[in-house]
């Protein structure tokens, strides 16, 4: 297996660097490993053996309140502090300098942490069963909000610590071009910033003086529309780290090299103007909203698909290029030349394989008239396990075979037991997806019991069993993985004095230094950012803002 290892660091991470991108690797991970025990217990559910009663004596009173730690704990927690953690080491790495304010960075982190606990004490006390979307009239216990206001802000300040860091080597190298991994990192740090400003108004505008007592009742369409601005470039933020790695890191990793810098370049700035002005997509059955805007949104969506469109197509060709300087050949035998004996290569292969799926899902979801037919059903976590479970995790899971050999000067643990988690994984996903988009449009809904309802009729029983064997397969093979990280993590096997993990940072074909100065300026992407976000979502905010009705009382589950 090819990990491979250098004598001569380009910039070693300090050690306190090392140490502190570690520690979000370890909550992180942690949070992977809790959230993902609902996991199977869900799957399971669905295929009649419904396993919850017997968690009641450790305080998990309902499937509601598992859900609600699946949700947060893998979707919210898991993801943010592994991308903070592994923008961290892409900006000190690509800019080859410490961070310019390590104190703000750390003082980001640990409100991360103190927000983690404040959100995770009510959820595990039952006092915020409100699912990872926490839609009003739901009500959470006040500590909840707070919680998750302290980790998005946290997170604002990590990155905050980046723009500084990256404002100082620019004043030092003039027209130099951002190296492209720290281009991405921040590009996907700023989508965020301007992202969250929508639950940012939410909680603090609309719930936190609703859940203290301050207002009687709550508007829920307008809540729903500030967490939407939030939600959709909520899965660009997922996505756009794994982006990292797949344009900048993997051709690396099979001795290739990325395609175009210029094109790996105009996708993160696609996604930052397009990410947040498409919102309604999640709201198609939302009353209120007018059929107009929906439509406007509906177009943007089909847009964003391009970036990924780009991707696609950038991705693929440095992997041909690598492939065929190993030897590869044919139109697609090539693909045997990929050192698929690489865990973390597979791991991340696998996890392009399963996206192409959660791409093409993502269209129908796109379609009004599809999305009539699939919203609120089982389709929905099916799409999202493609693409948050497996484009995302299973990306961040492979480059954690890299990172964490890097971070602790080990040597990976058992590359072949990491080969047959990441297996096991995608036959797992493969089976649960199927079933879940199947059974969905045969019109099971989404977040519900259904294993033992009686309403549920005979032909949904294969699919449903399948949701149970594939969730398990899942759970198995991702704790597989796990195992493989956190032995490497606390073994006491060093590499040889002198020797370690590099971070794998490809070159391009073309010569990064001639990329065209437009795919190297902030100012007008982030004007056109703010005209898309002003011209789709101004005109509804306005209307919403000035006949709010905050009529609905709350509603505990
Ligand atoms: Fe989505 C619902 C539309 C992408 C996540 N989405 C969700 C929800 C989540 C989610 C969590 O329009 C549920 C929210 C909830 O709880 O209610 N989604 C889209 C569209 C895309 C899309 C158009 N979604 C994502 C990504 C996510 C994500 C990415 C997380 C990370 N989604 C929707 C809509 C809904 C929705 C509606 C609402 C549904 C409803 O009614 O509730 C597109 O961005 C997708 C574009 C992707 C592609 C694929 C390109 C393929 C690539 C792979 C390359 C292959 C390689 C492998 C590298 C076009 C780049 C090569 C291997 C070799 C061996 C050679
Ligand atoms: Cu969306």
Redesign the pocket.
């Known amino acids: 297996m090819t990990i491979a290892t250098t004598t001569s660091p380009v910039y070693p991470l300090t050690k306190e660097d090392r140490r502190f991108v570690g520690l979000h690797l370890v909550i992180a991970f942690s949070a992977l490993v809790i959230g993902s025990l609902f996991g199977p217990l869900q799957a399971l559910e669905h295929a009649g053996l419904d396993l919850y009663p017997s968690l009641e004596r450790f305080g998990i009173q309902s499937y509601y309140q598992g859900l609600t730690l699946h949700g947060v704990l893998n979707?919210l927690i898991w993801t943010t502090f592994f991308i903070t953690g592994f923008l961290t080491l892409v900006v000190i790495r690509g800019l080859q300098r410490p961070l310019a304010l390590p104190w703000l960075n750390r003082l980001g982190f640990w409100m991360m942490v103190v927000g983690l606990v404040a959100a995770a004490i009510p959820i595990l006390l039952n006092k915020a069963t409100v699912l990872?979307?926490f839609y009003p009239p739901m009500e959470a216990n006040t500590w909840f909000y707070v919680g998750l206001t302290l980790v998005v802000v946290g997170s604002w300040i990590e990155g905050w610590g980046f723009y500084v860091t990256y404002w100082r080597w620019r004043k030092e190298h003039g027209t130099t071009r951002t190296p492209f991994i720290v281009l991405a990192a921040l590009i996907t740090m700023v989508l965020w910033q301007i992202a969250t400003l929508g639950v940012a108004a939410e909680i603090l505008g609309l719930l936190l003086p609703w859940s203290i007592g301050l207002a009687d009742g709550v508007d829920p369409l307008l809540s729903r529309t500030f967490f939407w601005f939030t939600?959709?470039p909520l899965?660009?933020f997922?996505?756009l780290p794994a982006y990292v790695s797949?344009y900048g890191m993997?051709p690396k990793q099979v001795d290739g090299k990325l395609f175009s810098n210029s094109l790996a370049r105009l996708a993160f700035w696609l996604f930052l103007i397009l990410s947040t002005p498409l919102g309604f997509?999640?709201q198609?059955?939302d009353p209120g909203i007018p059929s107009g805007w929906k439509y406007i949104h509906?177009i943007l969506?089909?847009s964003?698909?391009f970036p990924?469109?780009l991707?696609?197509f950038t991705?693929?060709a440095s992997?041909?290029y690598g492939a065929r300087k190993r030897g590869g050949t044919g139109r697609l035998a090539w693909?045997k030349a990929?050192p698929w004996k690489n865990p973390s290569v597979t791991a991340?292969?696998l996890?392009?394989?399963l996206?192409?799926f959660?791409?093409?899902?993502?269209?129908a979801?796109?379609s009004y008239n599809v999305?009539l037919v699939?919203?609120?059903t089982a389709w929905?976590?099916g799409?999202?396990h493609l693409?948050?479970g497996s484009?995302?995790t299973l990306s961040f899971v492979g480059i954690a075979f890299w990172l964490v050999p890097h971070l602790t000067r080990k040597p990976l643990w058992s590359p072949k037991t990491a080969l047959v988690g990441v297996w096991t994984y995608f036959v797992g996903m493969l089976i649960f997806s199927n079933a879940m988009h199947t059974v969905g449009l045969l019109g099971a809904p989404r977040r519900t019991t259904l294993g033992l309802a009686p309403y549920v009729p005979p032909e949904w029983t294969g699919h449903l069993w399948r949701v149970g064997f594939g969730g398990t397969l899942m759970w198995i093979g991702l704790m597989t993985a796990v195992v493989v990280v956190a032995v490497t993590a606390f073994r006491s096997t060093r590499l040889p004095e002198g020797e370690y993990v590099d971070v794998p940072v490809a070159e391009s074909i073309d010569d990064e230094q001639q990329v065209p100065v437009w795919l190297d300026r902030w100012m007008p992407w982030l004007v056109g950012a703010a005209v898309l976000i002003i011209l789709a979502y101004g005109p509804q905010l306005i209307d919403k803002i000035g006949g709010m009705a905050p009529t609905s009382p709350p509603f505990t589950p």
């Open positions: 979707a990872y979307t939600g959709h899965v660009y997922w996505l797949w993997l997509h999640h198609f059955v509906s969506t089909f964003v698909f990924s469109l991707t696609f991705v693929i992997l041909e693909i990929l991340q292969l996890a392009g394989i996206f192409v959660g791409g093409i899902g993502g269209l979801n796109a999305n699939l919203h609120n929905v976590p799409h999202f693409t948050v484009a995302v």
